[in-house]
């Protein structure tokens, strides 16, 4: 509910603040004394597109003050949230501020922080809905009809479904084109896979093994170089060299060590030891003679083996210790091309069963459209009766739509004010008198979906009067039972309506013309509302049927 309106330098408003409360509020006065001024003012507020020169003459800056009380669960609350701002003092209460300065600059606070146009846009379509006779924000945008028939019908598990539905077919269908894209950029490739897993079969390198042939040809390369000299050492060391000398020298002494009175004990056990010794060295140098000894044609089969392992990797871009890996990439791609076609048959089967879900409910949504749309045109055609229009008719019409989230339906409303003529869209058929009430028979509908949002009405009266005027007055106060409307009108009848009434007034102060609001009390309204009946000349006939239009809305 909007509680307050306070409206700073805006056009003709010098200063006015102005508290509102549920129910019907109605604003009247003479034309152009500034009524307009405030719808402007609070569009301004909440973001709407309006008149750019709203700064009133001499000022610098023009501010407009919006207070709300919400309850909790309020859808104003969700766009808060979305947006990352704080949801107020935990009261319910919700402060829009907007400035306009000379230079056209704009900036909105929400609660006191800062919040961009958008922001601003989708907050206010959960608190405010303005209709009249240009009511290109509201009833007569054929874009919003679709989503006003399906809150009239209560659609909202069908539309769940439906877009539930509708997120499975454009993953299904995306997770198929990717598919097919990847099977298509591996079919391109399927000739150099074949090759290249081949030659890796083929050559079959295996981990380290590079390296390991690296060492190997450089130890073969350098043997020859080193075999000869390790050659002679085996020589000087071996049985014909120092271990035989040794040897010989041990049976020697061995022969005349009982002569020698123990004197060659010691030495023939050192020389014992020696030849142990001699004997391993001997033993390692002829172990890596043997190793020294290599035939020429594995020297060239290892080259042979190294060159192709390091050629191959060359190819590929890889390192010689990735090809083991880079081969088994290169043949899980090839058993994905292999495997391609049953996956897509695969993905292909999960589309047309997402797709098959989606017509479903997207159907079952279509019919519900469909019923829904004949109430809607019954009810609204019992309510234009009441209005004086009981020949008109009114037309929810359906049409096939590009399918979407929410559905496969267009959903446009439709009158013809005559019978037997064509029914076309609300704005082009209807006259001004009777666009009025076609919307606010269509409101009175649809009023089910508005809970928590302020309805403001712009002279949607204009050109009733009598009996029709007490028609709409009445529609209009059932709409605020429970919840706010507030009224611009020049119908006493409706004026009689309301439970809050204000005047909108202009006078000229310091040869300035400003614009006032005056809250009425019951004398002061039986006074507006005679001036409404009779004009400037208030007779006390005008007072006495201004009397009878109170008591009888009382």
């Given amino acids: 509910?909007?509680?307050?309106?306070?409206?700073?330098?805006?056009?003709?408003?010098?200063?006015?603040?102005?508290?509102?409360?549920?129910?019907?509020?109605?604003?009247?006065?003479?034309?152009?004394?500034?009524k307009s001024i405030l719808l402007d003012s609070l569009g301004f507020v909440l973001g709407w597109r309006g008149r750019a020169d709203l700064v009133r003459a001499g000022a610098d800056q023009g501010e407009v003050t919006a207070v709300f009380d919400l309850p909790a669960d309020h859808a104003a609350w969700q766009v808060l949230a979305e947006a990352g701002i704080p949801g107020g003092d935990?009261?319910?209460?919700?402060?829009?501020?907007?400035?306009?300065?000379?230079?056209?600059?704009?900036?909105?606070?929400?609660?006191?922080?800062?919040?961009?146009?958008?922001?601003?846009?989708?907050?206010?379509?959960t608190l405010v809905e303005l209709h009249g006779q240009q009511d290109d924000r509201g009833l007569l945008d054929p874009r919003g009809h679709r989503v006003l028939l399906d809150t009239f019908g209560g659609h909202g598990a069908l539309l769940a479904r439906c877009r539930e539905t509708w997120?499975?077919?454009s993953r299904a269908e995306k997770a198929l084109t990717a598919a097919q894209a990847a099977l298509e950029a591996i079919r391109g490739e399927?000739?150099?896979?074949?090759?290249?897993?081949?030659?890796?079969?083929?050559?079959?390198?295996?981990?380290?093994?590079?390296?390991?042939?690296?060492?190997?040809?450089?130890?073969?390369?350098?043997?020859?170089?080193?075999?000869?000299?390790?050659?002679?050492?085996?020589?000087?060391?071996?049985?014909?060299?120092?271990?035989?000398?040794?040897?010989?020298?041990?049976?020697?002494?061995?022969?005349?060590?009982d002569r020698a009175e123990g004197?060659?004990?010691?030495?023939?056990?050192?020389?014992g030891r020696a030849l142990v010794e001699l004997g391993e060295a001997a033993h390692g140098v002829e172990t890596a003679l043997n190793g020294l000894s290599f035939d020429p044609?594995?020297?060239?089969?290892?080259?042979?083996?190294?060159?192709?392992?390091?050629?191959?990797?060359?190819?590929?871009?890889?390192?010689?210790?990735?090809?083991?890996?880079?081969?088994a990439e290169l043949r899980e791609r090839l058993s994905a091309l292999e495997a391609g076609d049953a996956n897509i048959a695969e993905l292909e089967a999960a589309r047309d069963a997402a797709g098959a879900a989606y017509d479903e409910a997207a159907a079952k949504l279509s019919a519900a459209r469909a019923e829904a749309g004949e109430r809607l045109d019954r009810a609204v055609t019992n309510e234009l009766a009441p209005l004086k229009m009981d020949r008109a008719t009114f037309l929810t019409r359906i049409t096939p739509a590009d399918p979407g989230p929410d559905g496969a339906d267009q959903v446009a409303f439709e009158v013809a004010t005559?019978?037997?003529?064509?029914?076309?869209?609300?704005?082009?058929?209807?006259?001004?008198?009777?666009?009025?009430?076609?919307?606010?028979?269509?409101?009175?509908?649809?009023?089910?979906?508005?809970?928590?949002?302020?309805?403001?009405f712009d002279e949607i009266d204009r050109g009733v009067g009598g009996a029709t005027a007490d028609a709409v007055g009445r529609r209009l106060a059932a709409l605020a039972e429970?919840?706010?409307?507030?009224?611009?009108?020049?119908?006493?009848?409706?004026?009689?309506?309301?439970?809050?009434?204000?005047?909108?007034?202009?006078?000229?102060?310091?040869?300035?013309?400003?614009?006032t609001v005056v809250p009425l009390d019951a004398g002061q309204r039986v006074d507006e509302i005679a001036r409404m009946v009779a004009g400037d000349m208030i007779t006390e006939e005008a007072r006495g049927a201004a009397r009878a239009l109170l008591d009888g809305a009382s």
Wanted: charged share 30%; proline share 4%.
């Fill in 418 to 456: 005559n019978p037997g003529a064509p029914a076309g869209p609300l704005a082009r058929i209807a006259s001004g008198g009777e666009l009025s009430r076609f919307l606010l028979a269509l409101k009175v509908c649809l009023s089910q979906g508005s809970e928590g949002v302020t309805m403001i």
């Fill in 1 to 34: 509910m909007l509680c307050a309106l306070e409206i700073r330098d805006i056009l003709i408003i010098d200063r006015l603040e102005l508290d509102f409360r549920s129910g019907l509020n109605v604003l009247t006065g003479e034309t152009g004394t500034g």
């Fill in 190 to 257: 399927e000739d150099f896979l074949r090759h290249a897993v081949e030659e890796l079969d083929a050559l079959a390198p295996e981990p380290g093994e590079e390296a390991a042939l690296d060492s190997r040809r450089r130890m073969m390369q350098g043997a020859e170089r080193i075999r000869s000299d390790v050659a002679r050492a085996h020589q000087l060391l071996g049985g014909e060299g120092a271990e035989g000398a040794m040897g010989d020298a041990m049976r020697w002494l061995e022969g005349v060590t």
């Fill in 297 to 327: 044609l594995e020297l060239e089969q290892l080259e042979e083996r190294l060159f192709a392992i390091r050629a191959l990797a060359r190819k590929h871009g890889v390192a010689p210790d990735e090809l083991p890996g880079f081969g």
């Fill in 167 to 169: 997120r499975a077919r």
């Fill in 263 to 271: 004197q060659l004990d010691a030495p023939l056990e050192a020389l």
């Fill in 90 to 125: 935990g009261e319910g209460e919700l402060i829009v501020r907007r400035v306009n300065r000379r230079d056209g600059r704009k900036t909105a606070w929400i609660n006191d922080r800062r919040c961009s146009g958008e922001v601003l846009r989708n907050l206010s379509d």
């Fill in 482 to 515: 429970g919840g706010q409307v507030l009224v611009v009108t020049h119908s006493p009848q409706v004026a009689a309506r309301g439970a809050h009434h204000w005047r909108v007034e202009k006078a000229v102060h310091d040869e300035q013309t400003l614009s």
